[in-house]
């Protein structure tokens, strides 16, 4: 019998969190103790430049629990992107922790940093990085051809996906071959082709016309939904960040509601 990608999603979730579940009563803590699936404590970033230190967070500190859609806005420089990098393994804190998927981020190789990032994170950014030689079909595949699924499994997967973001009739198009829009739920669905826990989304819209940011964030509100994600999306546009179940504010190096 054929799954679908989202009850696999569920499936695979569900075997984890058990998993958590049974390793939080083995330690002696009840259900409830199961960690945010998102624990940021004192967290420090800073970057040596040829100008000095920059500091950009002292005392960063967030906690997301499993199923959260949190958005995150501030200004231009605010160190939005280096947050979320932090969060997928893409960057290490100079000082803090960061729990991400039950995993203490900053403790990874670089090679356990890649596992990671292919199993539990999905990442778009504003600009898709597509593959401009491959289909979009072949695009999807990648991150399972990457963890040594078979080709034409990988594919299969893959054509589900694309169907799940509305683009089965586009799967031999190649990223220059499709609009804006397009291309966007193509690295959406790259994104979660693997059925990673969490999204990590940084401004997923930003490079969108009105109309089509809406339809993108719809995907990604009915996909975070139906996949059991927990995704946090960086973004400007303030209506779509109060469309999120929690919207935050980086300045100053710290993280607070947005007023
Ligand atoms: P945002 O996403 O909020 O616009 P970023 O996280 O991209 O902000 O960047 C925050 C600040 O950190 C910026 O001033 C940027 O120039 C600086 N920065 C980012 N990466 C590096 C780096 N690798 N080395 C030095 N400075 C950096």
């Not at 960690?35 to 950009?56: D, E, M, N």
Request: hydrophobic share 40%.
């Amino acid at each position: 019998m054929q799954t679908s990608p989202a009850a696999a999603a569920q499936a695979t979730r569900s075997a984890r969190e058990s998993e958590l579940r049974t390793q939080g009563q083995e330690q002696g803590r009840e259900e409830s103790a199961v960690p945010a699936l998102i624990q940021v404590s004192g967290l420090q970033k800073t970057y040596q430049t040829a100008r000095g230190t920059l500091t950009l967070f002292r005392d960063l500190n967030l906690q997301v629990e499993a199923g959260e859609m949190v958005a995150i806005v501030g200004q231009s420089g605010a160190g939005k992107s280096t947050l979320l990098h932090m969060l997928g393994a893409l960057d290490t804190p100079s000082a803090g922790t960061v729990y991400c998927a039950s995993t203490d981020v900053a403790k990874l190789s670089a090679r356990e940093a890649a596992v990671f990032r292919n199993r539990e994170i999905g990442y778009v950014w504003q600009f898709h990085y597509l593959l401009p030689e491959f289909s979009a079909l072949e695009n999807v595949a990648m991150p399972l051809l990457a963890r040594g699924t078979a080709k034409r499994e990988a594919l299969a997967a893959a054509a589900k996906w694309l169907s799940e973001v509305g683009l089965a009739d586009r799967s031999d198009h190649r990223p220059g071959e499709l609009s804006g829009g397009e291309q966007q739920r193509v690295a959406l669905a790259r994104a979660l082709v693997n059925n990673p826990r969490l999204l990590l989304a940084d401004e997923p819209t930003g490079d969108l016309d009105e109309t089509t940011a809406g339809r993108v964030f719809d995907l990604i509100e009915r996909l975070h939904a139906s996949h059991g994600l927990t995704s946090i999306l960086v973004t400007h546009n303030l209506e779509l960040a109060g469309r999120c179940t929690r919207a935050l504010r980086l300045e100053s190096g710290r993280l607070g509601p947005l007023a």
